[in-house]
């Protein structure tokens, strides 16, 4: 049985509206293609409205500016308990507009849920620091929030998304402006409605539904907008970067997209190596398996086929799979590809879809140069039996993370910093 859909419209200024050219777009159930509902499609008058509410909400004697730090963390924690008291309905509604398996969609609930409490537990936790100088004077720093935030989300995750960015975001003292993925939007409006029942002032979080080329593209260029906050493709995060730089200088942090090789040496133990991979879904590059996946659209699922025909042209072997499971819903076989070369379109380019490649080495030293011929830099991974191994990799591969032995735990008290084109400042942890 679907899932009631609840909300439809924009938030903005805490009120539920239309967008302003009453325009209308299709989200799909990528499980058969069929059409969910019709959602807002906000443009840039709706954008302006949003920063506008914003911008007010942040206004220094405003109801959340007057706010104590302890306060913004209790919210946060009953908007946790509001999440948990609707697990259920959320991991529904995320597997049915994002096509995630049931149990998987749980488990990002929960994960969500676990960043906001860590980062309710920091809000009353800012801390500055007093400098010593010379004569009758000394020096401080004030950490501020910096002001309106733009929060481009992904297909992919949109729940554990959302709780990162607007979480982090609201527990330092900032309002926010949302742009949810025009695939998968559903589950952000479920979640502002529940941050709206614990109790966040009028314009702090405002969402506006619609496309990157007239929402999101609004939202990076306004000059009221003083970080944007994006997670997709690496080309998209470039025109970001471009436009903080054309207007007012905005703040950017970026999680861009990744290849993130993965090193099974022999010395590994198989059964544990096997086990850890197919139970977390990624896509490691070297030496390794895969699980199914459905993806979101149509046009994904037929660039994904295109990515697997790309590869039997260009001379890589087809173990596995390869073709779309039945006729409707967006579905693709588990697909492995051995004879694998680092010249090869399915070696160089990132595909969100079940298509698994393996790259044979010799040395460790060989695989790390080929790992960091990348474009990406997202993450890592190692399985080995020596440590001195995985110590080695991890110092030398070029990535914002490097996993040992498991692949992928999550762990909202670590940060993800600067690092090689797939991401620019931190994300989660004390230090975003």
Not at 195 to 202: F, R, S, T, V, Y
Not at 220 to 245: C, M, N, R, W, Y
């Amino acid at each position: 049985m679907a899932p009631p859909i609840k909300y439809t419209k924009l938030f903005i200024d805490n009120e539920w509206v239309d967008a302003k050219s009453g325009n209308t777009f299709e989200t799909f159930n990528p499980h058969d293609g069929s059409v969910i509902a019709k959602v807002s499609r906000g443009g840039k008058e709706d954008i302006d409205s949003a920063v506008s509410a914003a911008k007010y909400a942040f206004h220094r004697n405003s109801e959340w500016r007057l706010f104590d730090a302890s306060k913004r963390g209790q919210i946060l924690n009953k908007f946790a308990d509001l999440m948990e008291r609707d697990i259920e309905y959320l991991a529904e509604l995320e597997s049915y507009n994002n096509g995630m398996i049931l149990q998987m969609a749980k488990g990002v609930v929960s994960r969500g849920l676990a960043s906001i409490r860590y980062v309710a537990s920091l809000a009353d936790k800012i801390q500055e620091d007093t400098i010593p100088a010379d004569g009758d004077v000394f020096s401080y720093t004030l950490k501020q929030p910096v002001g309106v935030c733009g929060l481009i989300l992904p297909w992919n995750a949109p729940i554990l998304m959302f709780l990162n960015k607007v979480c982090t975001a609201l527990a330092a003292g900032c309002t926010v402006v949302v742009k949810p993925p025009e695939q998968t939007p559903l589950t952000a409006l479920v979640l502002e409605a529940l941050l709206k029942e614990a109790g966040i002032p009028k314009g702090v979080v405002n969402i506006v539904t619609g496309f990157g080329e007239d929402a999101g593209v609004a939202l990076t260029h306004h000059p009221d907008v003083a970080k944007i906050s994006f997670t997709g493709s690496l080309e998209v995060g470039k025109l970001i970067q471009k436009a903080a730089g054309t207007n007012n200088l905005k703040r950017v942090t970026l999680e861009l997209g990744g290849k993130s090789p993965l090193v099974i040496m022999n010395d590994a133990d198989c059964i544990f190596t096997i086990y850890n991979l197919t139970k977390y879904e990624r896509r490691p590059e070297i030496h390794s398996l895969t699980i199914d996946r459905l993806d979101v659209e149509e046009v994904m699922m037929n660039k994904v086929l295109g990515y697997i025909e790309k590869g039997k042209q260009e001379g890589a072997k087809l173990q596995t799979g390869g073709k779309r499971v039945g006729t409707t819903g967006y579905y693709i076989e588990p697909t492995v590809f051995s004879d694998v070369t680092d010249d090869m379109t399915i070696a160089k380019e990132e595909i969100f879809g079940p298509v698994q490649r393996i790259l044979k080495f010799d040395t460790l030293e060989e695989v790390v140069d080929r790992a960091n011929a990348t474009n990406y830099g997202l993450a890592a991974g190692i399985f080995t039996s020596d440590i001195n191994t995985a110590l080695q990799y991890s110092k030398l591969v070029e990535a914002v993370q490097c996993l040992v032995r498991f692949y992928f735990k999550y762990n909202p008290h670590v940060m993800f910093i600067v690092g090689p084109r797939s991401k620019i400042q931190t994300l989660f942890s004390w230090d975003c």
